[in-house]
Nanobody
Framework: QVQLAESGGGLVQAGGSLRLSCAAS????????MGWFRQAPGKEREFVAA????????YYADSVKGRFTISRDNAKNAMYLRMNSLKPEDTAVYYC?????????????????WGQGTQVTVSS
């Protein structure tokens, strides 16, 4: 089974950029569709972006479309989230997640592998 670990979070000013990484252990990373979710204090965990197994298809929440880019490198067992033009409302704990399904998904229930999360704080 795949285990996931995020890194790359931190404090950044509004308008700045960060790149999150998700490192996967195990040999089956390429058999998982992957996604990024985030959870702000007092709010539900929400979908941010997803990518299919090969990396050929991506999907974004409207709130991040045009600012965030999801990618993966199956040879390195890694997934990334490039975040540009960050806003204070992007402040949250960001989680990477893996889904054994064939297709990417926006639904939390489709994901059965989760990392521990990394904090992103955007100051105004």
């Amino acid at each position: 089974q795949v285990q996931l670990a995020e890194s790359g979070g931190g404090l950044v000013q509004a308008g700045g950029s960060l790149r999150l990484s998700c490192a996967a252990s195990g040999r089956s990373f390429g058999s998982y569709a992957m996604g990024w979710f985030r959870q702000a204090p007092g709010k539900e965990r929400e979908f941010v972006a997803a990518i299919n197994r090969s990396g050929s298809t991506t999907y974004y929440a409207d709130s991040v479309k045009g600012r965030f880019t999801i990618s993966r490198d199956n040879a390195k067992n890694a997934m990334y989230l490039r975040m540009n033009s960050l806003k204070p409302e992007d402040t949250a704990v960001y989680y990477c997640a893996g889904s054994p399904g064939w297709y990417l998904s926006t639904s939390r229930s489709e994901y059965d592998r989760w990392g521990q999360g990394t904090q992103v704080t955007v100051s105004s």
